[in-house]
């Protein structure tokens, strides 16, 4: 069955789980063995990642999201970043697919 994971920071991860979206807690150092695995299950067919946790791998990702139909990885801001969110949920997906929706 394909699914929605998040991945990212304890706080992020857990909000998504209340509302039923299945995730893992990763950071910077596990970031990218966490979505290795992910890719290798026919599972997720969209994977959301915290910012503060694809900060190293966003080269990686954008690798994936080009060269592979699925899953489709998205970047967006933890609930403890800063930064907080700069556009629309919409406007991510749009960032990552390429594409306007």
């Known amino acids: 069955m394909e699914s929605?994971?998040?991945?990212?920071?304890?706080?992020?991860?857990?909000?998504?789980?209340?509302?039923?979206?299945?995730?893992?807690?990763?950071?910077?150092g596990t970031a990218r063995d966490v979505l290795e695995t992910l890719m290798q299950s026919d599972d997720p067919a969209v994977v959301v990642v915290t910012r503060?946790?694809?900060?190293?791998?966003?080269?990686?990702?954008?690798?994936?999201?080009?060269?592979?139909?699925?899953?489709?990885?998205?970047?967006?801001?933890?609930?403890?970043?800063a930064r907080g969110f700069e556009k629309s949920l919409l406007g991510y997906i749009t960032e990552a697919l390429g594409v306007a929706l």
């Open 52 to 81: 503060d946790c694809a900060e190293d791998i966003e080269a990686f990702i954008g690798e994936l999201n080009l060269l592979r139909s699925r899953p489709v990885v998205i970047q967006i801001p933890g609930i403890d970043d």
């Open 4 to 28: 929605v994971f998040i991945m990212g920071d304890a706080h992020t991860v857990n909000a998504f789980r209340i509302a039923g979206v299945d995730g893992r807690v990763a950071d910077r």
